[in-house]
């Protein structure tokens, strides 16, 4: 498990391109036969990729979080962006088909991913918070999920927004967790593009083309900064800055927040003539 400490603005505002990348970008999430975690100490967060090509891969608990099960003080958010797959909690068994959510709630044991097909592969991404209390563990399809339309193809950001985990939808102690889809000849996500100093949140990019890149918007609506990013990558976005992109092409990402509530309306607007 990677550890990935605080930053105050002051700071971040000085950083260089590669530092930048170090405190808040994440690479190589989906690993074979392993599971990969970065612990954020924004909001305590860990966020991770697990890849199970030949075998199952279980997720247990660490030395780094002092638990004897992963899910011993914490609440998960599970979304499966690859081939078909299967979660097993504690014995019992959820189908995951691509773009399905399972949330499991706090105190879950058994924790073991599977694929269905080594030649397609599932990829499982996990976002995970703390937790005070058990909601129960339930799977919502990517078919049966409320949509809602926004933005349009003449300012480019045509896209369609599902919430999965939120105060409406599956119940967590903190978590939120949903999807936003780019349509065909639109780019920029997130624009107008506010804060929420509340709680911090975390983008995962994918259905990037192999060549495509994302410009990653982060930082103080007044000192904005950038970060190139490619496809199954995410980028920690601390409660002070601003969240949004623009990419070479369409592409899917999955946002995930945690800290003060769960509302997802709850944000800042920044107006267009205060970014800097």
Same mark, same amino acid.
């Not at 097993?88 to 949330?103: I, N, R, S």
């Not at 269905?116 to 996990?126: G, H, M, N, T």
């Given at each position: 498990?990677?550890?990935?400490?605080?930053? #105050?603005?002051?700071?971040?505002?000085? /950083?260089?391109? !590669?530092?930048?990348?170090?405190?808040?970008?994440?690479?190589?999430?989906?690993?074979?036969?392993?599971?990969?975690?970065?612990?954020? #100490?924004?909001?305590?967060?860990?966020?991770?990729? @697990?890849?199970?090509?030949?075998?199952?891969?279980?997720?247990?608990?660490?030395?780094?979080?002092?638990?004897?099960?992963?899910?011993?003080?914490?609440?998960?958010?599970?979304?499966?962006?690859?081939?078909?797959?299967?979660?097993?909690?504690?014995?019992?068994?959820?189908?995951?088909?691509?773009?399905?959510?399972?949330?499991?709630?706090?105190?879950?044991?058994?924790?073991?991913?599977?694929?269905?097909?080594?030649?397609?592969?599932?990829?499982?991404?996990? %976002?995970?918070?703390?937790?005070?209390?058990?909601?129960?563990?339930?799977?919502?399809?990517?078919?049966?999920?409320?949509?809602?339309?926004?933005?349009?193809?003449?300012?480019? +950001?045509?896209?369609?927004?599902?919430?999965?985990? #939120?105060?409406?939808? @599956?119940?967590?102690?903190?978590?939120?967790?949903?999807?936003?889809?780019?349509?065909?000849?639109?780019?920029? +996500?997130?624009?107008?593009? #506010?804060?929420?100093?509340?709680?911090?949140?975390?983008?995962?990019?994918?259905?990037?083309? !192999?060549?495509?890149?994302?410009?990653?918007?982060?930082?103080?609506?007044?000192?904005?900064?950038?970060? %190139?990013?490619?496809?199954?990558?995410?980028? @920690?976005?601390?409660?002070?800055?601003?969240?949004?992109?623009?990419?070479?092409?369409?592409?899917? /990402?999955?946002?995930?927040?945690?800290?003060? +509530?769960?509302?997802?309306?709850?944000?800042?607007?920044?107006?267009?003539?205060?970014?800097?």
């Amino acid at each position: 498990m990677e550890m990935r400490y605080s930053t #105050h603005p002051e700071h971040a505002k000085h /950083f260089t391109t !590669e530092e930048l990348r170090q405190h808040y970008l994440i690479q190589d999430l989906f690993v074979p036969e392993e599971v990969k975690l970065v612990y954020t #100490h924004e909001d305590r967060v860990i966020i991770g990729g @697990i890849y199970p090509v030949n075998k199952s891969v279980a997720l247990e608990g660490s030395d780094q979080i002092k638990a004897a099960t992963f899910l011993e003080r914490r609440e998960l958010g599970v979304f499966n962006v690859g081939g078909s797959g299967t979660v097993k909690v504690d014995g019992e068994t959820y189908e995951l088909a691509t773009k399905d959510c399972l949330y499991v709630g706090k105190g879950g044991k058994e924790l073991i991913f599977e694929s269905d097909s080594s030649e397609k592969p599932a990829k499982f991404y996990i %976002v995970s918070a703390l937790a005070h209390t058990t909601y129960p563990t339930k799977k919502q399809s990517f078919a049966d999920v409320p949509s809602e339309s926004l933005g349009s193809q003449e300012t480019a +950001n045509n896209r369609t927004l599902r919430r999965y985990i #939120h105060d409406e939808g @599956i119940q967590s102690c903190q978590l939120v967790m949903g999807m936003t889809t780019l349509e065909n000849g639109s780019v920029w +996500n997130s624009m107008p593009t #506010h804060v929420h100093d509340r709680r911090m949140e975390v983008y995962f990019y994918f259905e990037l083309e !192999e060549n495509a890149r994302m410009f990653h918007m982060m930082g103080e609506p007044n000192e904005t900064r950038h970060l %190139v990013m490619k496809n199954d990558e995410a980028v @920690i976005s601390p409660p002070w800055s601003i969240h949004c992109g623009a990419a070479t092409g369409s592409y899917t /990402f999955i946002w995930g927040m945690a800290g003060e +509530n769960k509302t997802y309306k709850d944000m800042d607007q920044v107006a267009m003539s205060e970014l800097r």
